[in-house]
């Protein structure tokens, strides 16, 4: 500070303006290094911006083509169960038409053995 307060107010202006441009260059190098990450920032937030709205449309279409699965799995299992229940009747439906043979073939058998020869 006395080397300061010693100079001729020429040197001190000199020396005042080389500061003032010696602090300037180093804030716009501050700034641009800021910058610079800020820029970079940026530009990663719009990518992720980018990722996240694929990510959203790519999710619905799962969970579109889910329900269509679900849907295909109901409509197979319910499939399945006609199924059973058709078995299910075509058994009734056998057994019920063998009692029926054997009635017809008991009766038949008793009438010929009734029959006067």
Same mark, same amino acid.
């Given at each position: 500070?006395?080397?300061?307060?010693? !100079?001729? =107010?020429?040197?001190?202006?000199?020396?005042?303006?080389?500061?003032?441009? *010696?602090?300037?260059?180093?804030?716009? *190098?501050?700034?641009?290094?800021? %910058?610079?990450?800020?820029?970079?920032?940026?530009? %990663?937030?719009?990518? !992720?911006?980018?990722?996240?709205?694929?990510?959203?449309?790519?999710?619905?279409?799962?969970?579109?083509?889910?329900?269509?699965?679900? $849907?295909?799995?109901? %409509?197979?299992?319910?499939? !399945?169960?006609?199924? $059973? /229940?058709?078995? %299910?009747?075509?058994?009734?439906?056998? !057994? /019920?038409?063998?009692?029926? *043979?054997? *009635?017809?073939?008991?009766?038949?058998?008793?009438?010929?053995?009734?029959? =006067?020869?």
């Amino acid at each position: 500070m006395l080397l300061y307060i010693k !100079l001729r =107010p020429r040197q001190r202006e000199k020396r005042r303006r080389e500061a003032i441009t *010696a602090a300037t260059c180093l804030t716009e *190098a501050l700034v641009d290094h800021l %910058n610079v990450g800020v820029a970079q920032a940026y530009m %990663n937030q719009r990518k !992720l911006d980018h990722e996240v709205k694929t990510l959203q449309v790519q999710a619905a279409q799962f969970a579109k083509q889910t329900g269509q699965w679900i $849907g295909m799995v109901e %409509n197979f299992n319910q499939a !399945l169960k006609e199924i $059973g /229940d058709v078995e %299910n009747w075509a058994r009734s439906i056998e !057994l /019920d038409m063998r009692t029926i *043979a054997t *009635a017809l073939e008991y009766v038949y058998k008793g009438q010929l053995q009734s029959a =006067p020869s």
